[in-house]
Structures are given as C-alpha cells and as structure tokens.
C-alpha cells in the first residue's frame, strides 16, 4: 500500500517570503500521480498543483511550484512571495497510474498548518 | 456552474443511531467519491461511485455504505453510530474519475456523534 508522509504538522511565514513544505512517499508504482491541496477554515479541499510521475519537469501554477524528485520519492511545494490568502492546512496526496479501483482514490499526508504572519 | 454541494454541513447524532449524508456533484460529472477526516486518522477514503456503480472501498466496517443515484447523486449512510465516527465528511465529484479527471471537493458535513 501506499504512505505519504508529511513531517513538518506546522509550518509559518513571513507575508512576500518564501516558504517550502515538504512530502515524501512510498510506492512500489511506476505510473502515478501526485497532489498538493490546501484547506482553508471553510473546509473545502482545493487543488493547489499536480504533478505527473512521468513527467520530469517540475510543476509549476503561477506562485506555487514543487521539487518532484522521483528517485527519493519526495515531492515538496514551494510557495513563493507568500500572501496572507495562503494561510491553511496543505495536504500531500498520491493517486495510483493503474488502471482498476486504486486509481479511483487519493491516499493523503496527514497534512501541514502553514500560518502566514503580517 | 455550482460547485459540488454537501447536505447537511453540521449534524449531531447519538450514538448507535444512523445517519445518511448527501452529495450533489457538479453537473456532469458522474464520479463521486467520499472521505472521512478526523485528527487522529487524517483524510481517509471511504468509497468511490461511477454510473451507480461502487468501484473502490476503503478500509472501514460494513456500518459505512454508500450509493449513487442515476442523476449521479450519492449519499453515505453509518449506522449504528459510534464516539469514532464523529468526523469532517467530504465529498469529492469529477467527470469520469481516473487520472485525467480533477476532484473537485464540497465543503463537508461536520458529523458529531454524543
């Protein structure tokens, strides 16, 4: 089965400063993808950026951008010129590449409180 | 277009009652998935639907179910509630489920069970 491990339970910043969180995993797959979600107080989950394993290039969406390093099985989100807007919970996630029933769920890191200080 | 609606977003039940929780997904989008998340355990799957079809379960006991409907709403059912079940549900839509399709999350039911 699948783990994402997510080290860091807290993580603060400085408002415009750059913060990285981190996010390893453990599978024996090939084929798969991975995810950052960020949940803010109103509780709904929204996709921060994916990364497909297949690809080598990282990630990137406008401020946020990951360090996908397949061989290590990490994949950390870096957030750049942080806002007080990016305050809430990122969780790490992993989908399965395979065809069949694993493909159809998420496996998640228990998640790291990012807190943005003025 | 309305995002993905979950009814009700608080709840408080007693236990060894039941409840069932409801999902509206984005129009068009035929899968739904759901998840429990509390502290302790963190985000963990429960089930996943296709054209009323379960594709994937999780680890949890046979008091978790779920179903879908043919307009592709689903509701999750627990019945004979316990102190543990007390937990954010949320529920998850995306077009054919897979790879290729983003979950797009509603904002949860809060279940607290007494």
């Known amino acids: 089965a699948q783990t994402v491990t997510q080290s860091q339970p807290e993580m603060s910043v400085q408002e415009a400063e750059t913060v990285t969180l981190s996010c390893t995993y453990d599978?024996?797959?090939?084929?798969?993808?991975l995810f950052w979600y960020k949940q803010p107080p109103s509780r709904q989950m929204i996709l921060v950026i994916r990364q497909e394993a297949y690809k080598q290039q990282n990630a990137t969406e406008n401020r946020f951008s990951v360090n996908f390093q397949k061989a290590a099985k990490s994949f950390s989100l870096k957030i750049s010129d942080s806002q007080l807007g990016d305050a809430a919970m990122y969780f790490c996630?992993?989908?399965?590449?395979?065809?069949?029933?694993?493909?159809?769920?998420?496996?998640f890191g228990k998640g790291t409180l990012l807190t943005v200080n003025p | 277009k309305a995002g993905v609606t979950q009814t009700p977003r608080y709840l408080i039940k007693t236990r060894g009652q039941q409840v069932t929780l409801s999902c509206s997904p984005i129009s068009g989008h035929r899968s739904v998935s759901w998840y429990q998340q509390t502290p302790g355990q963190g985000l963990q799957f429960l089930f996943e639907?296709?054209?009323?079809?379960?594709?994937n379960k999780g680890n949890f006991p046979g008091r978790f179910s779920g179903r879908q409907f043919s307009n592709s709403r689903s509701e999750m059912n627990v019945s004979t509630l316990e102190l543990g079940d007390s937990a954010l549900y949320l529920c998850?839509?995306?077009?054919?489920?897979?790879?290729?399709?983003?979950?797009?999350f509603g904002n949860g039911t809060r279940l607290t069970v007494t």
């Open positions: 998850a839509s995306s077009q054919l489920g897979g790879n290729n399709s983003p979950l797009h």
């Open positions: 599978t024996s797959e090939s084929d798969y993808y």
């Open positions: 639907y296709f054209s009323e079809t379960q594709r």
């Open positions: 996630a992993y989908r399965s590449g395979s065809s069949g029933g694993s493909n159809y769920k998420l496996t």
